[in-house]
């Protein structure tokens, strides 16, 4: 897969001092809502972004575990940007649902991992993506797929 002008420039970003603070500020310029929770960048390549989020005191919930609307945040902002970095010039992408499953209670910071082989760009399609929440010891926490409309950009 062939890298994108926008993933190129993240890239370059991570390379950076201080990257971190960067992004969540352009995030919350681009993304106010997303922006809450912090997320930190671990790894960019075509077709696969890495987020990570530290378990803090403002995204828990009763239990003192992470608090589920956080984790879908997290999962959503994983797969839209990882559609976003690999999506070409002469495509166009919407989420249009999100299906989640939560396996067990976020009690650690925690990792949103989303892999996939690019569709065919030119085809109007609905593309299911899948993202992983994975705690400090690699345990699963929650996964979702991220349903895509996508297509080409209209003439």
Known sequence: MEETLMLRALRRL???PGHNLLFRWG???AAP??????PRL???????????MRKRRALT???RTLHAAALANLMELCG???VQLAIPPTARWIPAGLDIRYVRKGRTDVRAVCS???PDWRQDQDWPVKIQVLDATDVLIAEAIL??????RPA
Do not use: K, Q
């Open 80 to 82: 839209s940007l990882a």
């Open 42 to 52: 671990i790894h960019a390549a075509p077709g696969h972004l890495e987020l990570g």
């Open 27 to 29: 995030l919350a310029f």
């Open 116 to 118: 996939f082989t690019p």
């Open 61 to 63: 919930n009763h239990l």
């Open 33 to 38: 809502y997303s922006a809450t929770i912090r």
């Open 147 to 152: 349903h895509m409309r996508i297509g080409p």
């Open 14 to 16: 991570m390379r950076v």
